[in-house]
């Protein structure tokens, strides 16, 4: 059965971090993109961030640039989201996605997801 969880969210005071990670499982990802997105309440699932198979290439929404980076561990099927200078915009559940052929920030390309993990940013 093919898995991802995340972990690593909570609660957190704007200027904070947090760092999310994804473990999947059921089989390898090396070959996956990785990504993730999130959904704040009352608005549509967003790009966040996503990294190639070998790690080389990594892609942010403009919202994110500069303040989160996403990297990988394919020795540990893992991906994480380091989020830095958190800002309360920044609540929503995040979700960790992977796909083998993926339109980056389009999230219907992606084939396998999580449950997601909240982060709550408050002011």
């Known amino acids: 059965q093919v898995q991802l969880v995340e972990s690593g969210g909570g609660l957190v005071q704007a200027g904070g971090s947090l760092r999310l990670s994804c473990a999947a499982s059921?089989?390898?990802?090396?070959?996956?993109?990785m990504g993730w997105f999130r959904q704040a309440p009352g608005k549509e699932r967003e790009f966040v961030a996503a990294i190639n198979w070998k790690g080389e290439s990594t892609f942010y929404a403009d919202s994110v640039k500069g303040r989160f980076t996403i990297s990988r561990d394919n020795a540990k099927n893992t991906v994480y989201l380091q989020m830095n200078s958190l800002k309360p915009e920044d609540t929503a559940v995040y979700y960790c996605?992977?796909?083998?052929?993926?339109?980056?920030?389009?999230?219907?390309?992606?084939?396998?997801w999580g449950q997601g993990t909240q982060v709550t940013v408050s002011s």
């Open positions: 996605a992977a796909g083998t052929y993926v339109r980056t920030a389009e999230a219907i390309s992606y084939d396998y």
């Open positions: 059921g089989r390898t990802f090396s070959r996956d993109t």
